[in-house]
């Protein structure tokens, strides 16, 4: 009912900028909570930053608390994940996340899932 596709992606440097995006189609007047997460080898999949529908409460991981700032466009379905001094650590592939019970770090609460678009920071 629900297809998210996400975009932007791709090789930055340290201390680099990147925004990545999260388009949805599909069943989207539903009040859906829109989180990001990231996949790694070593660490598997971990929680990054989730926003609720009104985009009035935001909750991010440690790791990226400061750097990253989750933001969404109702308008144009999008939801996006502005990432600042980025680090060799946040290299993974970041996909993203519609919940319709809200905001959670938990990704048992999400019910759709995109295919992820990868992100390669070097030193």
């Known amino acids: 009912q629900v297809q998210l596709v996400e975009s932007g992606g791709g090789l930055v440097q340290t201390g680099g900028s990147l925004r990545l995006s999260c388009a949805a189609s599909?069943?989207?007047?539903?009040?859906?909570?829109m989180g990001w997460f990231r996949r790694t080898p070593g660490k598997g999949r971990e929680f990054v930053a989730v926003i609720s529908w009104s985009g009035g409460n935001t909750l991010y991981a440690d790791s990226v608390k400061g750097r990253f700032t989750i933001s969404r466009d109702n308008a144009e379905n999008t939801v996006y994940l502005q990432m600042n001094s980025l680090k060799p650590e946040d290299t993974a592939l970041y996909y993203c996340?519609?919940?319709?019970?809200?905001?959670?770090?938990?990704?048992?609460?999400?019910?759709?899932w995109g295919q992820g678009t990868q992100v390669t920071v070097s030193s």
């Open positions: 599909g069943r989207t007047f539903n009040s859906y909570a």
């Open positions: 996340a519609a919940s319709i019970s809200g905001v959670s770090r938990e990704p048992r609460r999400y019910n759709y």
